[in-house]
């Protein structure tokens, strides 16, 4: 067990429309990072908060967005869903930027599987 | 621009020993990953090796890194069927970005 909590686990939409991925990361940790995992791309970043603030954006679609609260949880939001869009969906966590060795701690994911 | 390549495949035999490719093009990158994802699981953090270092070895896995090439390897000695994952190669930018870039992932499949 990572800490890294996600839900929900599966979630079966039609396309147009909207769903929210949510996760809560390690105690402690105030870093979020949310990946993306489709057969054909491997791993792809699409996000990262720290601290409530977005930090690095990597390629996220416009139709996509998230946000930290100030609990340090954090949603994903895919609006205007498309078949492609069915994936793995991953949150991970890290302890503060800078400190140690930067390992990232990965919740079990959440399976998008757009009709 | 920022990418991280692996082969897709690797097929052993259990007893011999699995070699896992991976280049890379950021040269600020910090450390450098392998991530294990076993089916139906997020990925868990293998080893690492800091930038600065050539090799480093952990029991059964020994990684290396050729910094001029940027090239990373990861070798299982004595891979067992219980190996049998996704492997994927990470770069990490813990100095500037603090940006994770990840491979698209070796399927490892050890055969009894």
């Known amino acids: 067990d990572s800490g890294v909590t996600q839900t929900p686990k599966h979630l079966i939409t039609a396309t147009g429309q909207r769903v929210t991925l949510r996760c809560s990361p390690r105690s402690g940790d105030l870093s979020v990072y949310w990946y993306q995992q489709s057969l054909d791309q491997g791993l792809q970043f699409l996000i990262q908060?720290?601290?409530?603030?977005?930090?690095a954006k990597g390629n996220i679609l416009e139709r996509f967005s998230a946000q930290q609260f100030p609990d340090l949880h954090s949603e994903l939001n895919l609006s205007s869903l498309e078949l492609g869009d069915s994936a793995l969906y991953f949150c991970a966590s890290s302890v503060e930027q800078g400190v140690g060795t930067g390992e990232l701690f990965f919740g079990e994911g959440s399976r998008l599987t757009v009709l | 621009g920022e990418d991280v390549e692996q082969s897709l495949f690797l097929s052993v035999r259990e007893g011999d020993s699995s070699v896992i490719n991976c280049t890379y093009t950021?040269?600020?990158?910090?450390?450098l990953y392998w991530y294990k994802q076993e089916p139906g699981a997020g990925l868990q953090l293998l080893t690492y090796i800091f930038s600065n270092m050539d090799m480093k070895q952990d029991q059964r896995l020994t990684v290396l890194l050729n910094k001029k090439d940027k090239h990373l390897s990861l070798r299982i000695a004595d891979t067992q069927t219980g190996d049998s994952a996704i492997y994927f190669c990470a770069e990490g930018d813990l100095s500037g970005t603090y940006k994770y870039i990840f491979g698209t992932g070796t399927r490892l499949k050890v055969l009894a």
């Open positions: 950021d040269s600020s990158s910090t450390y």
């Open positions: 908060y720290y601290n409530g603030e977005e930090r």
